[in-house]
């Protein structure tokens, strides 16, 4: 009985007959919309800011117009990071999918991480050994680093008066743009890597 369930992994090529639900196409379209309105978001708040640049507005219950602009302008940042995230991990999943079936996918990769799922799935499904210094894994891994200090947010204590401790700001727009600019950086070694993947991709893009 136990031989029976012992079975070699079936690929499938790149291009099988089929249909697969996933939402990383338009994940990856709402990085670049919402990257364009995070970045006019910060020219109106530069404009509209009543302060020198970068001076910082002492009493900001003065200003409600100007707070909620750059309460809006920090949003679209972390969706922007978030959104690149979700695009790139989800392409991942539908090649797993794609190349391996359903089951085998959910069974042995799913649960992995971002770096070794791509690794995994590259050695599994191209014979392909991926360096850890290799620019598809770099640019994957500055992605998923973007999203994990967004999803996994850490405490730290802060030595000193608090008058004196201005906070942990994010660079705007310069993250958001860098998450943007490494998720498509990861498609473009990903086609490099396997020149199959361009047709799918391509037709994903605007899913």
């Given at each position: 009985?136990?031989?029976?369930?012992?079975?070699?992994?079936?690929l499938?090529?790149?291009?099988?007959?089929?249909?697969?639900e996933?939402?990383?196409?338009?994940?990856?379209?709402?990085?670049?919309?919402?990257?364009?309105?995070?970045?006019?978001?910060?020219d109106?708040?530069?404009?509209?800011?009543?302060?020198?640049?970068?001076?910082?507005i002492?009493?900001?219950?003065?200003y409600?117009?100007?707070?909620?602009?750059a309460?809006r302008?920090d949003?679209t940042?972390?969706?922007?990071?978030?959104y690149?995230?979700?695009?790139?991990?989800?392409?991942?999943?539908?090649?797993?999918?794609?190349?391996?079936?359903?089951d085998?996918?959910?069974?042995?990769?799913?649960?992995?991480?971002?770096?070794?799922?791509?690794?995994?799935l590259l050695?599994t499904?191209?014979?392909?050994?991926?360096?850890?210094?290799?620019?598809?894994?770099?640019?994957?891994?500055?992605v998923?680093?973007?999203?994990?200090s967004?999803?996994?947010?850490?405490?730290?204590?802060?030595?000193?008066?608090?008058?004196?401790?201005?906070?942990?700001?994010?660079?705007?727009?310069?993250?958001?743009?860098?998450?943007?600019?490494?998720?498509?950086?990861?498609?473009?070694a990903?086609?490099?890597?396997?020149?199959?993947a361009?047709?799918?991709l391509?037709q994903?893009?605007?899913?």
């Open positions: 009985m136990t031989k029976r369930t012992r079975q070699p992994i079936q499938r090529p790149h291009d099988p007959e089929g249909v697969w996933s939402n990383d196409g338009r994940y990856r379209t709402y990085a670049h919309q919402l990257l364009g309105e995070h970045i006019a978001l910060c109106e708040v530069l404009r509209k800011w009543p302060a020198d640049a970068g001076a910082p002492t009493t900001p219950v003065a409600p117009e100007i707070a909620a602009l309460r302008r949003q940042a972390d969706t922007v990071r978030i690149a995230a979700m695009a790139v991990e989800g392409y991942l999943n539908f090649y797993g999918v794609l190349r391996l079936g359903q085998v996918f959910d069974e042995h990769f799913e649960r992995l991480g971002l770096v070794p799922k791509l690794r995994a050695l499904c191209d014979q392909l050994s991926i360096p850890k210094s290799d620019p598809l894994v770099l640019a994957l891994d500055r998923a680093q973007s999203r994990n967004l999803v996994h947010p850490k405490t730290v204590e802060v030595v000193g008066s608090p008058s004196q401790h201005n906070g942990t700001e994010t660079p705007t727009p310069e993250t958001a743009r860098a998450a943007v600019r490494d998720m498509e950086a990861f498609f473009e990903f086609v490099e890597a396997i020149p199959q361009e047709n799918h391509s994903r893009a605007c899913a």
